[in-house]
Protein backbone atom coordinates (compact mmCIF):
# COMPACT_ATOMS: atom_id res chain seq x y z
CA UNK A 1 0.00 0.00 0.00
CA UNK A 2 1.47 3.09 -1.05
CA UNK A 3 -1.14 5.89 -0.84
CA UNK A 4 -4.27 6.43 1.45
CA UNK A 5 -6.97 9.06 0.27
CA UNK A 6 -9.70 10.75 2.14
CA UNK A 7 -12.19 11.81 -0.71
CA UNK A 8 -14.90 14.43 0.80
CA UNK A 9 -15.12 12.23 3.99
CA UNK A 10 -17.81 13.30 6.26
CA UNK A 11 -18.88 11.27 10.19
CA UNK A 12 -21.54 12.92 12.45
CA UNK A 13 -22.46 11.10 15.20
CA UNK A 14 -26.61 12.06 15.93
CA UNK A 15 -26.32 15.92 14.68
CA UNK A 16 -23.04 16.34 16.06
CA UNK A 17 -20.02 16.71 13.42
CA UNK A 18 -16.66 15.27 13.64
CA UNK A 19 -15.10 15.70 10.41
CA UNK A 20 -16.51 17.98 7.16
CA UNK A 21 -15.55 17.24 4.15
CA UNK A 22 -11.83 15.73 4.71
CA UNK A 23 -9.90 15.41 1.51
CA UNK A 24 -6.18 14.15 2.07
CA UNK A 25 -3.58 12.19 0.95
CA UNK A 26 -1.00 10.32 2.82
CA UNK A 27 2.04 8.59 0.98
CA UNK A 28 4.30 5.83 1.36
CA UNK A 29 7.69 7.02 3.42
CA UNK A 30 5.76 9.76 4.93
CA UNK A 31 5.38 10.67 8.74
CA UNK A 32 2.02 12.83 9.15
CA UNK A 33 1.16 14.46 12.29
CA UNK A 34 -3.03 15.49 12.57
CA UNK A 35 -2.72 18.42 15.47
CA UNK A 36 -5.43 20.28 17.34
CA UNK A 37 -7.36 21.11 20.34
CA UNK A 38 -9.42 17.85 22.10
CA UNK A 39 -12.60 17.02 19.99
CA UNK A 40 -11.29 18.52 16.97
CA UNK A 41 -11.70 15.41 15.06
CA UNK A 42 -8.06 14.07 14.96
CA UNK A 43 -9.36 10.53 16.37
CA UNK A 44 -11.97 10.35 14.46
CA UNK A 45 -10.32 10.70 11.21
CA UNK A 46 -7.93 8.02 12.61
CA UNK A 47 -10.58 5.46 13.37
CA UNK A 48 -12.08 6.33 9.79
CA UNK A 49 -8.98 5.66 8.29
CA UNK A 50 -8.36 2.30 10.33
CA UNK A 51 -12.02 1.05 8.99
CA UNK A 52 -13.29 0.92 12.14
CA UNK A 53 -15.75 4.06 11.45
CA UNK A 54 -17.80 4.52 8.10
CA UNK A 55 -17.76 7.65 6.76
CA UNK A 56 -21.25 9.36 6.96
CA UNK A 57 -19.70 10.39 3.55
CA UNK A 58 -16.93 10.85 0.89
CA UNK A 59 -14.99 7.79 0.85
CA UNK A 60 -11.38 6.42 1.87
CA UNK A 61 -9.56 4.84 -0.96
CA UNK A 62 -6.63 2.56 -0.31
CA UNK A 63 -4.38 2.56 -3.19
CA UNK A 64 -6.53 3.65 -5.11
CA UNK A 65 -9.47 1.17 -3.89
CA UNK A 66 -12.37 1.34 -1.65
CA UNK A 67 -12.23 -0.68 1.75
CA UNK A 68 -15.12 -2.61 0.62
CA UNK A 69 -13.24 -3.79 -2.60
CA UNK A 70 -9.94 -4.93 -0.48
CA UNK A 71 -12.44 -6.77 2.21
CA UNK A 72 -11.05 -8.09 5.43
CA UNK A 73 -7.65 -8.44 4.12
CA UNK A 74 -7.19 -4.84 4.06
CA UNK A 75 -6.94 -4.75 7.85
CA UNK A 76 -3.81 -7.04 7.70
CA UNK A 77 -2.24 -3.81 6.13
CA UNK A 78 -3.41 -1.28 9.04
CA UNK A 79 -1.84 -0.83 12.40
CA UNK A 80 -3.19 1.25 14.75
CA UNK A 81 -2.09 2.56 18.16
CA UNK A 82 -4.95 3.61 20.34
CA UNK A 83 -5.60 5.96 22.86
CA UNK A 84 -6.64 3.35 25.00
CA UNK A 85 -3.43 0.95 24.36
CA UNK A 86 -6.19 -2.23 23.71
CA UNK A 87 -3.74 -4.58 25.98
CA UNK A 88 -5.40 -6.84 28.48
CA UNK A 89 -4.59 -6.31 31.54
CA UNK A 90 -4.78 -10.23 32.93
CA UNK A 91 -2.09 -11.36 29.70
CA UNK A 92 1.68 -10.92 29.99
CA UNK A 93 3.10 -8.59 27.50
CA UNK A 94 4.46 -11.71 25.74
CA UNK A 95 0.94 -13.29 25.44
CA UNK A 96 -0.95 -10.06 24.50
CA UNK A 97 1.87 -9.98 21.59
CA UNK A 98 1.37 -13.63 21.22
CA UNK A 99 -2.69 -13.25 20.94
CA UNK A 100 -2.25 -10.79 18.58
CA UNK A 101 0.03 -11.88 16.48
CA UNK A 102 -1.50 -15.63 15.48
CA UNK A 103 -4.74 -13.00 15.28
CA UNK A 104 -2.92 -11.60 12.12
CA UNK A 105 -1.74 -14.88 11.18
CA UNK A 106 1.90 -14.30 11.84
CA UNK A 107 2.08 -18.25 13.78
CA UNK A 108 3.90 -21.52 12.38
CA UNK A 109 7.49 -22.33 11.70
CA UNK A 110 8.93 -20.11 14.90
CA UNK A 111 8.00 -16.64 12.98
CA UNK A 112 5.91 -15.90 15.87
CA UNK A 113 8.13 -16.01 18.79
CA UNK A 114 10.96 -14.44 16.75
CA UNK A 115 8.76 -11.77 15.61
CA UNK A 116 7.56 -11.17 19.25
CA UNK A 117 11.16 -11.27 20.82
CA UNK A 118 12.30 -8.99 18.29
CA UNK A 119 9.23 -6.78 19.47
CA UNK A 120 9.81 -7.28 23.57
CA UNK A 121 13.65 -6.48 22.06
CA UNK A 122 12.25 -3.33 20.54
CA UNK A 123 10.51 -1.97 23.58
CA UNK A 124 12.96 -2.54 25.94
CA UNK A 125 10.71 -5.21 27.96
CA UNK A 126 12.59 -8.60 27.34
CA UNK A 127 12.95 -8.76 31.44
CA UNK A 128 9.32 -8.07 31.82
CA UNK A 129 8.12 -10.53 29.30
CA UNK A 130 6.15 -12.61 31.31
CA UNK A 131 4.59 -9.90 33.64
CA UNK A 132 1.08 -8.91 33.48
CA UNK A 133 0.59 -5.92 31.44
CA UNK A 134 -2.32 -4.50 34.46
CA UNK A 135 1.23 -3.98 36.37
CA UNK A 136 3.30 -2.16 33.98
CA UNK A 137 2.97 1.96 34.32
CA UNK A 138 1.33 3.68 31.78
CA UNK A 139 4.42 4.08 29.65
CA UNK A 140 5.37 0.95 29.35
CA UNK A 141 1.83 0.07 28.36
CA UNK A 142 2.25 2.74 25.72
CA UNK A 143 5.57 0.88 24.40
CA UNK A 144 4.03 -2.36 24.52
CA UNK A 145 1.23 -1.14 22.78
CA UNK A 146 3.25 0.67 20.11
CA UNK A 147 4.75 -2.79 19.15
CA UNK A 148 1.84 -4.68 19.44
CA UNK A 149 0.37 -2.46 16.49
CA UNK A 150 3.18 -2.95 14.60
CA UNK A 151 4.02 -6.73 15.24
CA UNK A 152 2.29 -8.06 11.68
CA UNK A 153 4.42 -4.72 9.61
CA UNK A 154 1.70 -2.73 8.91
CA UNK A 155 1.50 -0.71 5.90
CA UNK A 156 -0.44 1.85 6.88
CA UNK A 157 0.42 3.26 10.86
CA UNK A 158 -2.34 5.01 12.88
CA UNK A 159 -0.57 6.23 16.00
CA UNK A 160 -3.82 8.03 18.76
CA UNK A 161 -1.61 10.42 20.81
CA UNK A 162 1.73 8.25 20.78
CA UNK A 163 3.86 10.24 23.21
CA UNK A 164 1.70 9.82 25.84
CA UNK A 165 2.84 8.57 29.14
CA UNK A 166 6.77 8.31 27.34
CA UNK A 167 9.98 9.25 29.39
CA UNK A 168 12.67 11.82 27.05
CA UNK A 169 14.26 7.63 26.52
CA UNK A 170 11.22 6.45 25.11
CA UNK A 171 10.26 9.40 23.32
CA UNK A 172 14.00 8.94 21.90
CA UNK A 173 12.63 5.14 21.31
CA UNK A 174 10.02 6.33 19.70
CA UNK A 175 11.56 8.66 17.32
CA UNK A 176 14.09 6.08 16.16
CA UNK A 177 11.03 4.04 15.27
CA UNK A 178 8.95 6.87 13.24
CA UNK A 179 12.44 7.05 11.33
CA UNK A 180 12.40 3.72 10.84
CA UNK A 181 8.89 3.27 9.50
CA UNK A 182 9.67 6.09 7.15
CA UNK A 183 12.65 4.49 5.55
CA UNK A 184 10.79 1.56 5.06
CA UNK A 185 7.81 2.71 3.11
CA UNK A 186 5.19 2.83 5.49
CA UNK A 187 2.30 5.59 5.59
CA UNK A 188 2.79 7.09 9.04
CA UNK A 189 -0.34 8.71 10.70
CA UNK A 190 -0.46 10.34 14.23
CA UNK A 191 -2.79 12.54 15.99
CA UNK A 192 -0.96 14.33 18.90
CA UNK A 193 -1.10 17.52 21.11
CA UNK A 194 2.50 17.15 21.97
CA UNK A 195 4.28 20.04 19.91
CA UNK A 196 7.75 19.30 21.06
CA UNK A 197 7.76 15.80 21.22
CA UNK A 198 6.60 15.50 17.16
CA UNK A 199 8.97 18.79 16.21
CA UNK A 200 11.30 17.30 13.65
CA UNK A 201 9.92 13.71 14.11
CA UNK A 202 7.02 14.60 10.79
CA UNK A 203 7.18 15.51 7.32
CA UNK A 204 3.76 17.28 7.05
CA UNK A 205 1.43 18.85 9.73
CA UNK A 206 -2.39 18.84 9.26
CA UNK A 207 -3.97 21.12 11.85
CA UNK A 208 -7.54 19.47 12.93
CA UNK A 209 -10.20 21.98 13.76
CA UNK A 210 -14.48 21.07 14.13
CA UNK A 211 -13.69 18.36 11.89
CA UNK A 212 -12.06 20.65 9.34
CA UNK A 213 -8.41 20.40 8.62
CA UNK A 214 -5.76 22.57 6.82
CA UNK A 215 -2.22 21.36 5.94
CA UNK A 216 0.09 23.80 7.78
CA UNK A 217 2.75 25.09 5.20
CA UNK A 218 6.41 24.29 5.58
CA UNK A 219 8.18 27.52 7.15
CA UNK A 220 10.28 28.42 9.60
CA UNK A 221 9.91 28.30 13.32
CA UNK A 222 8.80 25.67 15.86
CA UNK A 223 5.56 23.35 15.26
CA UNK A 224 3.58 25.07 17.76
CA UNK A 225 4.07 28.77 16.48
CA UNK A 226 3.31 27.58 12.74
CA UNK A 227 0.81 26.08 14.27
CA UNK A 228 -0.75 29.21 15.72
CA UNK A 229 0.07 31.16 12.79
CA UNK A 230 -2.67 28.82 10.91
CA UNK A 231 -5.25 29.04 13.47
CA UNK A 232 -4.66 32.74 13.51
CA UNK A 233 -4.85 33.36 9.55
CA UNK A 234 -6.90 30.45 8.31
CA UNK A 235 -9.50 29.99 11.37
CA UNK A 236 -9.69 33.86 12.26
CA UNK B 1 -14.38 -20.85 7.30
CA UNK B 2 -11.65 -22.17 8.46
CA UNK B 3 -9.67 -18.55 9.38
CA UNK B 4 -12.86 -17.62 10.83
CA UNK B 5 -13.28 -20.92 13.52
CA UNK B 6 -9.35 -20.53 13.86
CA UNK B 7 -9.87 -16.87 15.31
CA UNK B 8 -12.80 -17.62 17.08
CA UNK B 9 -11.34 -20.58 19.02
CA UNK B 10 -7.91 -18.09 19.91
CA UNK B 11 -10.38 -15.42 20.97
CA UNK B 12 -12.80 -17.55 23.13
CA UNK B 13 -8.89 -19.60 24.35
CA UNK B 14 -8.01 -16.15 25.35
CA UNK B 15 -11.08 -15.20 27.14
CA UNK B 16 -10.97 -18.41 28.85
CA UNK B 17 -7.11 -17.72 29.75
CA UNK B 18 -8.54 -13.76 31.51
CA UNK B 19 -10.92 -15.93 33.00
CA UNK B 20 -8.81 -18.36 34.89
CA UNK B 21 -6.36 -15.58 35.96
CA UNK B 22 -9.10 -13.21 37.54
CA UNK B 23 -12.08 -16.22 38.23
CA UNK B 24 -14.41 -13.25 38.65
CA UNK B 25 -17.04 -13.84 36.38
CA UNK B 26 -17.03 -17.67 37.58
CA UNK B 27 -17.19 -16.85 41.27
CA UNK B 28 -20.07 -14.11 40.74
CA UNK B 29 -22.19 -16.11 38.27
CA UNK B 30 -22.19 -19.59 40.39
CA UNK B 31 -22.61 -17.58 43.43
CA UNK B 32 -25.67 -15.56 41.78
CA UNK B 33 -27.04 -18.69 40.55
CA UNK B 34 -26.71 -20.52 43.63
CA UNK B 35 -28.22 -17.66 45.79
CA UNK B 36 -31.30 -17.77 43.43
CA UNK B 37 -31.86 -21.20 43.72
CA UNK B 38 -31.42 -21.10 47.58
CA UNK B 39 -34.20 -18.41 47.61
CA UNK B 40 -36.69 -20.13 45.67
CA UNK B 41 -35.81 -23.42 47.74
CA UNK B 42 -36.41 -21.67 51.07
CA UNK B 43 -39.70 -19.90 49.91
CA UNK B 44 -41.48 -23.28 47.98
CA UNK B 45 -40.18 -26.15 49.45
CA UNK B 46 -42.08 -27.62 52.29
CA UNK B 47 -41.71 -30.98 53.76
CA UNK B 48 -38.90 -31.78 51.05
CA UNK B 49 -41.59 -31.35 48.49
CA UNK B 50 -41.67 -28.33 45.63
CA UNK B 51 -44.52 -27.56 43.54
CA UNK B 52 -45.03 -29.36 40.38
CA UNK B 53 -42.48 -27.73 37.86
CA UNK B 54 -41.41 -25.17 40.12
CA UNK B 55 -37.63 -26.83 39.93
CA UNK B 56 -37.68 -26.62 36.06
CA UNK B 57 -38.64 -23.05 36.07
CA UNK B 58 -36.02 -22.18 38.83
CA UNK B 59 -33.40 -23.99 37.10
CA UNK B 60 -33.68 -21.89 34.27
CA UNK B 61 -34.57 -18.45 35.84
CA UNK B 62 -31.09 -19.07 37.83
CA UNK B 63 -29.40 -20.03 34.20
CA UNK B 64 -31.17 -16.65 32.63
CA UNK B 65 -29.68 -14.35 35.41
CA UNK B 66 -26.08 -16.05 35.81
CA UNK B 67 -25.78 -15.21 32.01
CA UNK B 68 -27.21 -11.96 31.92
CA UNK B 69 -24.30 -11.19 34.40
CA UNK B 70 -21.72 -13.01 32.52
CA UNK B 71 -22.35 -11.45 28.87
CA UNK B 72 -22.21 -7.95 30.35
CA UNK B 73 -18.76 -8.40 32.49
CA UNK B 74 -17.35 -10.63 29.52
CA UNK B 75 -18.16 -7.08 27.25
CA UNK B 76 -16.79 -4.94 29.55
CA UNK B 77 -13.28 -6.25 30.01
CA UNK B 78 -13.13 -5.96 26.30
CA UNK B 79 -14.48 -2.00 26.82
CA UNK B 80 -11.81 -1.02 29.46
CA UNK B 81 -8.87 -1.06 27.28
CA UNK B 82 -10.90 -0.88 24.12
CA UNK B 83 -9.66 -4.17 23.07
CA UNK B 84 -12.80 -4.91 21.25
CA UNK B 85 -11.92 -2.20 19.02
CA UNK B 86 -8.43 -4.50 18.98
CA UNK B 87 -10.00 -7.18 17.69
CA UNK B 88 -12.60 -5.99 14.93
CA UNK B 89 -8.96 -4.96 13.52
CA UNK B 90 -7.92 -8.05 12.90
CA UNK B 91 -7.84 -9.35 9.23
CA UNK B 92 -10.31 -11.87 9.68
CA UNK B 93 -14.06 -11.83 9.83
CA UNK B 94 -15.36 -10.12 12.18
CA UNK B 95 -17.94 -12.72 13.20
CA UNK B 96 -15.18 -14.87 14.47
CA UNK B 97 -15.04 -11.67 17.39
CA UNK B 98 -18.90 -12.98 18.02
CA UNK B 99 -18.16 -16.70 17.56
CA UNK B 100 -15.08 -16.49 20.07
CA UNK B 101 -17.08 -14.55 22.64
CA UNK B 102 -19.95 -16.85 22.64
CA UNK B 103 -17.68 -20.18 22.93
CA UNK B 104 -16.04 -18.72 26.17
CA UNK B 105 -19.45 -17.61 27.54
CA UNK B 106 -20.63 -21.26 26.44
CA UNK B 107 -18.06 -22.83 28.28
CA UNK B 108 -18.59 -20.26 31.78
CA UNK B 109 -22.24 -21.22 31.53
CA UNK B 110 -21.61 -25.07 31.21
CA UNK B 111 -19.17 -25.15 34.15
CA UNK B 112 -21.97 -22.85 36.12
CA UNK B 113 -24.78 -25.26 34.91
CA UNK B 114 -22.82 -27.84 35.79
CA UNK B 115 -23.31 -26.86 39.80
CA UNK B 116 -26.48 -26.21 39.70
CA UNK B 117 -28.04 -28.67 38.06
CA UNK B 118 -27.07 -31.07 41.20
CA UNK B 119 -28.07 -28.27 43.65
CA UNK B 120 -31.30 -27.90 42.00
CA UNK B 121 -31.55 -31.61 42.34
CA UNK B 122 -30.98 -31.58 46.07
CA UNK B 123 -32.68 -28.77 47.25
CA UNK B 124 -35.90 -29.74 45.41
CA UNK B 125 -35.79 -33.26 44.86
CA UNK B 126 -35.86 -33.29 41.59
CA UNK B 127 -34.94 -35.98 39.48
CA UNK B 128 -31.96 -34.62 37.23
CA UNK B 129 -30.61 -38.26 37.26
CA UNK B 130 -33.85 -39.65 35.15
CA UNK B 131 -32.94 -38.60 31.68
CA UNK B 132 -29.77 -37.57 31.83
CA UNK B 133 -28.46 -37.07 27.69
CA UNK B 134 -32.06 -35.61 27.40
CA UNK B 135 -31.83 -32.83 30.10
CA UNK B 136 -28.03 -32.25 28.98
CA UNK B 137 -29.04 -31.17 25.44
CA UNK B 138 -32.06 -29.42 26.61
CA UNK B 139 -29.59 -27.24 28.85
CA UNK B 140 -26.99 -27.21 26.10
CA UNK B 141 -29.09 -26.16 22.93
CA UNK B 142 -31.05 -23.51 25.70
CA UNK B 143 -27.78 -22.29 27.04
CA UNK B 144 -26.42 -21.57 23.35
CA UNK B 145 -29.64 -20.25 22.02
CA UNK B 146 -29.98 -17.56 25.42
CA UNK B 147 -26.21 -17.02 25.07
CA UNK B 148 -26.63 -15.89 21.20
CA UNK B 149 -28.71 -13.81 20.86
CA UNK B 150 -27.30 -12.02 24.39
CA UNK B 151 -23.77 -12.40 23.01
CA UNK B 152 -25.19 -9.74 20.44
CA UNK B 153 -26.97 -7.56 22.39
CA UNK B 154 -23.84 -7.30 25.09
CA UNK B 155 -21.54 -6.11 22.11
CA UNK B 156 -24.22 -3.84 20.55
CA UNK B 157 -24.76 -2.00 23.91
CA UNK B 158 -20.86 -1.44 25.01
CA UNK B 159 -20.58 1.81 24.31
CA UNK B 160 -23.94 2.40 25.90
CA UNK B 161 -24.53 4.24 29.18
CA UNK B 162 -26.69 2.29 30.58
CA UNK B 163 -25.92 -0.87 28.92
CA UNK B 164 -26.39 -3.04 32.62
CA UNK B 165 -29.72 -1.66 32.97
CA UNK B 166 -30.45 -1.87 29.05
CA UNK B 167 -29.19 -5.69 28.07
CA UNK B 168 -32.07 -7.40 29.86
CA UNK B 169 -34.38 -5.20 29.42
CA UNK B 170 -33.22 -5.84 25.15
CA UNK B 171 -32.63 -9.74 25.72
CA UNK B 172 -35.28 -10.70 27.72
CA UNK B 173 -38.36 -10.30 25.38
CA UNK B 174 -35.86 -12.12 22.86
CA UNK B 175 -34.75 -14.74 24.67
CA UNK B 176 -37.98 -15.36 26.61
CA UNK B 177 -39.07 -18.33 23.55
CA UNK B 178 -36.02 -20.15 24.74
CA UNK B 179 -36.04 -20.07 28.02
CA UNK B 180 -39.85 -21.20 27.69
CA UNK B 181 -39.05 -24.10 25.56
CA UNK B 182 -36.23 -24.71 28.05
CA UNK B 183 -38.72 -24.88 31.55
CA UNK B 184 -41.24 -26.81 29.34
CA UNK B 185 -39.01 -29.43 28.36
CA UNK B 186 -37.46 -29.71 31.43
CA UNK B 187 -40.26 -29.91 33.42
CA UNK B 188 -41.39 -32.65 30.98
CA UNK B 189 -38.68 -34.52 32.56
CA UNK B 190 -38.77 -33.45 35.89
CA UNK B 191 -42.74 -34.62 36.05
CA UNK B 192 -44.21 -37.37 38.17
CA UNK B 193 -45.09 -39.04 34.88
CA UNK B 194 -42.31 -37.98 32.79
CA UNK B 195 -43.38 -37.18 28.88
CA UNK B 196 -40.01 -38.10 27.13
CA UNK B 197 -41.34 -37.06 23.46
CA UNK B 198 -42.65 -33.82 24.51
CA UNK B 199 -39.29 -32.95 25.48
CA UNK B 200 -37.93 -34.39 22.69
CA UNK B 201 -40.50 -32.24 21.19
CA UNK B 202 -39.12 -29.23 22.80
CA UNK B 203 -35.61 -29.73 22.46
CA UNK B 204 -36.53 -29.82 18.23
CA UNK B 205 -37.84 -26.50 18.88
CA UNK B 206 -34.96 -25.01 21.02
CA UNK B 207 -32.79 -26.29 18.03
CA UNK B 208 -34.96 -24.06 15.27
CA UNK B 209 -34.64 -21.04 17.66
CA UNK B 210 -30.66 -21.63 17.81
CA UNK B 211 -30.36 -21.98 14.18
CA UNK B 212 -32.18 -18.84 13.92
CA UNK B 213 -30.05 -16.78 16.62
CA UNK B 214 -26.91 -17.85 15.53
CA UNK B 215 -27.35 -17.11 12.11
CA UNK B 216 -29.18 -13.88 12.70
CA UNK B 217 -26.45 -12.78 15.21
CA UNK B 218 -23.62 -14.10 12.77
CA UNK B 219 -24.95 -11.99 10.12
CA UNK B 220 -25.65 -8.76 11.97
CA UNK B 221 -22.44 -8.52 14.01
CA UNK B 222 -20.37 -7.22 11.76
CA UNK B 223 -22.45 -4.19 10.45
CA UNK B 224 -23.48 -3.65 14.02
CA UNK B 225 -19.64 -3.40 15.14
CA UNK B 226 -18.60 -0.95 12.03
CA UNK B 227 -20.47 2.28 13.94
Redesign the interface.
Known amino acids: MDLVETDDVSRHFGRRRALARVSLGFRAGEVTALVGPNGAGKSTLLAVL?????PSSGQVRYDGRAAVAWG?????H?G?L?H????????TAR?NLE??G????LGGDGRLRDRVARALAEARLEDRADD?AGEFSRGLRQRLALE?ALLHEPRLVLLDEPFTGLDDDSVGLLAARLDGLRRSGSIVVMATHDFESADGLVDRVVAVRNGRTRELPPGAGSLRVRYQAVLREAWA | MM?VLR?AW??AQ?DL??ES??RELAYTTVFLAVACVLVFAFALVREGRAPDDAPAGILWVAVAFSGTLALGRAFERER????L??????????SAVYLGKLLALLVLMAGVEAILVPVVGLLFGAPVSRAPVLLLALLASGTVGFAAVGTLFAAMLVRARSRDVLLPVVLYPVAVPVIIAGVRGTAAIFAAEPDVAGAATWLALLILFDAVFVTLALWTFAPVM??
Open positions: STLLRDDLRRILGDLFLYADLEFFRLYGRR | AALVKVVRSQAETRALLLAPVERSE
